[in-house]
């Protein structure tokens, strides 16, 4: 059985298709992420938006369990881009209402993660599935640490100016 711990190497050895191809059958166990409480910033606008992209990072986490096609991943990624901005534009909304210390480092994590998803739009091969793996792995990874780390930093700020 495929380990997915050890999926980074095997990415980068160019082994995926091979592996996911003998491995088929469990990649529709993979878990899909779910939404806990912790995530919360207490805002409810802000958590509707970080819940949707729960929804985009398990779209492509279904995906995985069937045959995948170019199609099916652009489409993802075209959405997970706009919902970005949107979502992005949101926040840097209120870091200028509220004068959030915080924001010029929030805004810089957001264009690193805009530089990185337009590097995996480059990225994009003739190896769906382990593209598909990959980029599922990276925004369920990404997504989780910014919500706890530099989102939670904005929470205080936020609710104290009477978001709720």
């Known amino acids: 059985m495929l380990n997915y711990n050890d999926v980074g190497d095997i990415i980068n050895n160019n ?6 191809q003998e491995n088929f059958k469990y990649m529709a166990d993979i878990k899909k992420i779910e939404w806990e409480e912790s995530y919360s910033v207490g805002v409810k606008i802000i958590d509707n938006q970080h819940k949707k ?18 199609g099916d991943i652009k489409e993802i990624i075209d959405g997970l881009i706009a919902y970005t901005e949107y979502h992005f534009a949101t926040e840097e909304k209120y870091f200028k ?6 924001a010029a480092e929030h805004i810089k994590q957001h264009q690193l993660f805009r530089e990185k998803v337009a590097e995996i739009q480059k990225s994009f091969g003739d190896d769906l599935p382990g593209f598909a793996f990959g980029l599922a792995d990276l925004l369920e990874d990404w997504l989780i640490d910014h919500i706890m780390t530099m989102d939670q930093q904005y929470k205080n700020c936020f609710i104290s100016h009477g978001l709720k």
């Open 15 to 20: 082994r995926v298709v091979k592996i996911i």
């Open 53 to 70: 992209f729960f929804d985009i990072i398990n779209n492509l986490i279904s995906v995985l369990g069937r045959r995948v096609t170019e």
């Open 97 to 102: 209402d509220f004068n959030f210390e915080g």
